[in-house]
């Protein structure tokens, strides 16, 4: 429980990705965590790229625990199985994904939300399933979704609500 509570305090006054690098981990610039994200008891096992964006729910997992099983039947009470994960630049990782040991994940790369990654990812695509599969292109994607980009970055949370309750309910 005292751990709990440390660890919190540590987030709120380092903020969370200071937290995270003091633990030992490698994240670069302009990323972000949205929600709670799970970096595992291993988070020095995981390095991250810069400007990448990780969404609620995601968990990151840098060890077998199917190894307890050997454990048992083979004698071996003292084996554990690790992994690394490397995430590379310009990447989103979308709402409950999990991303398990030994991959990577290349540049300016989309995850889908729900999407288990078990095996590494090539640059400039687009990810999803379980397990995740390269669903298309950057490129693809973009000529797909083209006409259905709205410009709100700019707009505060209330001219955000207005535009986009018209462009949805005033048609």
């Given at each position: 429980?005292?751990?709990?509570?440390?660890?919190?305090?540590?987030?709120?006054?380092?903020?969370?990705?200071?937290?995270?690098?003091?633990?030992g981990m490698n994240?670069?610039?302009?990323?972000?965590?949205?929600?709670?994200?799970?970096?595992?008891?291993?988070?020095?096992?995981?390095?991250?790229?810069?400007?990448?964006?990780?969404?609620?729910?995601?968990?990151?997992?840098?060890?077998?625990?199917?190894?307890?099983?050997?454990?048992?039947?083979?004698?071996?009470?003292?084996?554990?199985?690790?992994?690394?994960?490397?995430?590379?630049?310009?990447?989103?990782?979308?709402?409950?994904?999990?991303?398990?040991?030994?991959v990577t994940i290349?540049?300016?790369?989309?995850?889908?939300?729900?999407?288990?990654?078990?095996?590494?990812?090539?640059?400039?695509?687009?990810?999803?399933?379980?397990?995740?599969?390269?669903?298309?292109?950057?490129?693809?994607?973009?000529?797909?979704?083209?006409?259905?980009?709205?410009?709100?970055?700019?707009?505060?949370?209330?001219?955000?609500?207005?535009?986009?309750?018209?462009?949805?309910?005033?048609?």
């Amino acid at each position: 429980m005292l751990k709990k509570i440390e660890e919190k305090l540590s987030k709120y006054f380092y903020g969370e990705i200071n937290y995270y690098r003091k633990k030992g981990m490698n994240i670069g610039e302009n990323c972000s965590l949205l929600g709670k994200v799970k970096f595992g008891s291993e988070p020095y096992l995981i390095s991250i790229g810069n400007n990448v964006k990780i969404t609620d729910g995601v968990k990151f997992i840098t060890h077998d625990g199917g190894v307890h099983v050997i454990r048992n039947i083979n004698n071996l009470p003292n084996i554990d199985k690790f992994g690394t994960i490397v995430i590379g630049n310009n990447v989103f990782i979308g709402t409950n994904s999990i991303i398990l040991p030994n991959v990577t994940i290349g540049n300016n790369v989309i995850i889908g939300a729900g999407s288990v990654i078990t095996k590494s990812i090539t640059n400039n695509c687009v990810v999803a399933g379980v397990p995740g599969r390269v669903i298309s292109t950057l490129e693809e994607y973009l000529k797909k979704n083209e006409e259905s980009f709205l410009e709100t970055k700019q707009l505060s949370y209330d001219e955000k609500s207005e535009f986009l309750k018209k462009y949805f309910f005033d048609k």
